[in-house]
């Protein structure tokens, strides 16, 4: 199982997230309390291995925008976290995830995107995402999108993770909110995250070998 771990704002949690296994590594370049500069990613990214995919998050930005801060940083993945047209994604020179906020009332607004990974994630609240609010998987088979490209956000802890992945089989998780203490990455946290997420229980141990 792949996971991101997003919303990073330091050296020393960018590299608990890579000591512990993490796939993905996030920044937040859009108004949160999570945001980052370019330059402190940048710095971040530079001590980081390659193998790690980094992924820049953004609302509603320009193009020009998302592409100059993804030949600085440099980011893999641009992550969009608005409602940025399919035009937008055909424009940008980085592999694209494409956010869905998931809601009973709006599960049409989730169609065929042009794009590299789907990102699920639960209702928009006060802020786009980073919300720590799950949505409501029963809603996953009512989606027509490609099954091996879906990302599970919104709301997962290291208890639930598990769950999360037994029941939907994502390609990916991704995770902010549920690895911190006090608006903090937790090391500790992050750690368990992913030692659940990446665990071979029943459930692998028996799709591994069908
Ligand atoms: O984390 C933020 O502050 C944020 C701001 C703007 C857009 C997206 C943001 N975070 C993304 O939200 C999801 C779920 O986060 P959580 O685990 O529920 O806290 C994740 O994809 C983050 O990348």
């Not at 937008?88 to 809601?103: E, F, G, H, M």
């Not at 996953?140 to 639930?160: E, Q, V, Y």
Request: aromatic share 6%; charged share 25%.
């Amino acid at each position: 199982m792949r996971v991101k771990i997003c919303g990073i704002q330091s050296m020393d949690a960018a590299q608990a997230a890579v000591e512990a296994g993490a796939d993905f590594i996030g920044f937040v370049f859009a108004g949160s309390k999570r945001s980052i500069t370019p330059e402190a990613a940048a710095t971040i990214v530079n001590n980081l291995p390659q193998s790690v995919k980094k992924v820049g998050v953004f609302v509603n930005e320009s193009i020009e925008t998302m592409n100059t801060i993804a030949s600085l940083v440099p980011l893999d993945y641009i992550q969009l976290h608005g409602e940025e047209s399919t035009t937008v994604a055909k424009q940008l020179q980085r592999q694209v995830i494409k956010a869905y906020p998931v809601d009973a009332q709006q599960l049409s607004r989730i169609k065929t995107y042009p794009c590299d990974v789907y990102l699920l994630d639960g209702p928009v609240k006060e802020r786009p995402g980073g919300n720590g609010v799950t949505f409501d998987w029963s809603l996953f088979n009512r989606l027509s999108i490609p099954r091996d490209k879906i990302m599970i956000a919104g709301g997962l802890t290291p208890a639930n993770v598990g769950e999360a992945i037994r029941t939907l089989r994502p390609y990916a998780v991704d995770v902010s909110s549920g690895v911190e203490t006090k608006g903090r990455k937790d090391p500790e946290k992050i750690k368990q995250f992913i030692a659940n997420a990446k665990r071979k229980d029943e459930f692998h141990d028996n799709l591994h070998n069908a």
